[in-house]
């Protein structure tokens, strides 16, 4: 079945359009430059049209597709026809709604090829099992969101054989000596790790993997628009796209972005993740985020630009504040040195309130009494939403995994919204931790 696609980029070389995810109902515009503005690239890639010439495409709802004659099955069953000439056969394959969405995030990526999923942790585990066998091994960073560490600690192991050494990717030596020649396939981390916002030096690490002939799958959740691991040198990028990229906390969704010999591997009939395990996004579900990542260069900035205003304002009063943005940051000049410029340095900061019984206390405070923002999981939201990370995104992780991570007990993660003005939720801030400190 990837063969199909596979095929028909080939057969498409020098075309207008090479990308081998197009319907035959839209906008050509020219390649994007590498190393151009994520917007730029945004805007420059096909525009999908109605049905019936509205300026937004339609929804293709069908989970299977007619054919007009008997034998075209057959040579799509036989890779021969494929999505790129729109022929579509089911929608656990290829859907041309999720397609449409898939190549605004590889145009977002700087990517060949995306395709999207049913959830962050479903692209994360399709991607890695589409790169291991039983067997393989995996370096990681002991940086991880709660999830993707107990997927790699316990379920990988379990289920299929494929083992997870994890390491502090800020020492190339420690990443160099954990990888086994002849098993270690994958170098795995996250570009802005959650929840402690250390930030990968990505060119580094994947010179380091290349070196050694693994593939670097790169977590990008944490930084969309801010950085693009692909353009730096990374393999694969994978997305929960349930946070900032929907930015309405109301679905679940997940992409994988990366070569299209990767992508169209994981829909294989005999050996693709995608198309075996069934990640399936639902076509409504692309449509509504398709519309939602024109604007998301515009929250993104400014997503940022309050975070690093809240943690300046933290710091002159004498909070422990954890944002890149600030120059005294561990990690601020690799940040400033391979971010896209004019994104600022993320949406998230923390605040290291020494115990949980403190961070529980001033997140009360903020939600009940000020009305500052959300207790709640998750991040990209336009309200800003608080958790103690400890006890919660990162629970998965015992007493000695969390010391290792860096996530103290008294870590309040908060995801910076852009409701309200500033000044005024600065004020609500203000006001909560006055009572606390009364």
């Known amino acids: 079945m990837a063969t199909s ?67 075209t099955m057959r040579r799509m069953f036989s890779g021969e026809l494929g999505p790129d000439r729109d022929f579509f056969i089911y929608s656990r394959h290829f859907n041309p709604t999720v397609l449409n969405l898939s190549r605004q995030m590889a145009a977002l990526e700087g990517t060949e090829a995306a395709y999207c999923t049913s959830s962050g942790m479903s692209a994360i585990s399709a991607a890695l099992l589409q790169l291991c066998s039983s067997g393989d091994h995996i370096v990681a960073s002991r940086t991880l969101y709660g999830g993707t560490h107990a997927l790699l600690t316990h379920f990988f192991p379990r289920t299929c054989n494929i083992t997870t050494s994890f390491v502090d990717i800020k020492d190339l030596d420690m990443v160099d000596g954990a990888i086994i020649e002849g098993r270690t396939k994958v170098l795995y981390f996250e570009a802005i790790s959650n929840p402690v916002l250390s930030v990968a030096n990505v060119p580094e690490l994947c010179r380091v993997a290349h070196d050694k002939g693994l593939k670097v799958v790169v977590d990008n959740t944490f930084a969309p628009m801010v950085m693009s691991p692909a353009k730096l040198g990374a393999d694969v990028v994978v997305h929960s796209i349930s946070k900032f990229i929907s930015g309405g906390a109301d679905i679940i969704a997940g992409t994988v972005c990366g070569p299209a010999k990767l992508v169209n591997s994981m829909m294989d009939l005999h050996q693709g993740a995608l198309m075996l395990l069934g990640p399936t996004m639902n076509p409504k579900v692309a449509f509504e985020l398709s519309e939602r990542i024109p604007h998301l260069g515009l929250r993104m900035k400014e997503h940022c630009r309050r975070a690093l205003e809240y943690a300046r304002r933290m710091k002159k009063l004498g909070l422990n504040v954890i944002y890149p943005g600030l120059e005294d940051h561990p990690d601020h000049t690799v940040l400033k040195s391979i971010a896209n410029l004019d994104y600022g340095f993320g949406g998230l900061l923390c605040l290291d309130m020494g115990t949980e019984e403190k961070a529980n206390r001033l997140m009360n405070l903020l939600q009940n009494s000020t009305q500052f923002g959300f207790m709640a999981v998750s991040l990209g939201y336009y309200e800003t939403l608080m958790s103690c990370s400890g006890s919660s995104t990162s629970s998965e992780m015992n007493a000695e995994e969390k010391a290792l991570a860096g996530i103290a007990p008294g870590l309040v993660r908060m995801s910076v919204g852009y409701s309200g003005t500033l000044e005024q939720r600065w004020s609500q801030f203000e006001k909560a931790l006055s009572r606390m400190q009364g």
Do not use: Q
């Open 5 to 71: 696609v596979v095929h028909a980029v080939k057969k498409r070389k020098g075309a207008e359009d090479e990308d081998h995810l197009v319907a035959k109902k839209s906008a050509s515009l020219p390649a994007v430059a590498k190393g151009e503005d994520p917007m730029a690239a945004l805007a420059m890639a096909r525009h999908e049209f109605g049905e019936h010439g509205g300026v937004n495409m339609s929804i293709e709802a069908s989970a299977t597709f007619t054919v007009m004659e008997p034998d």
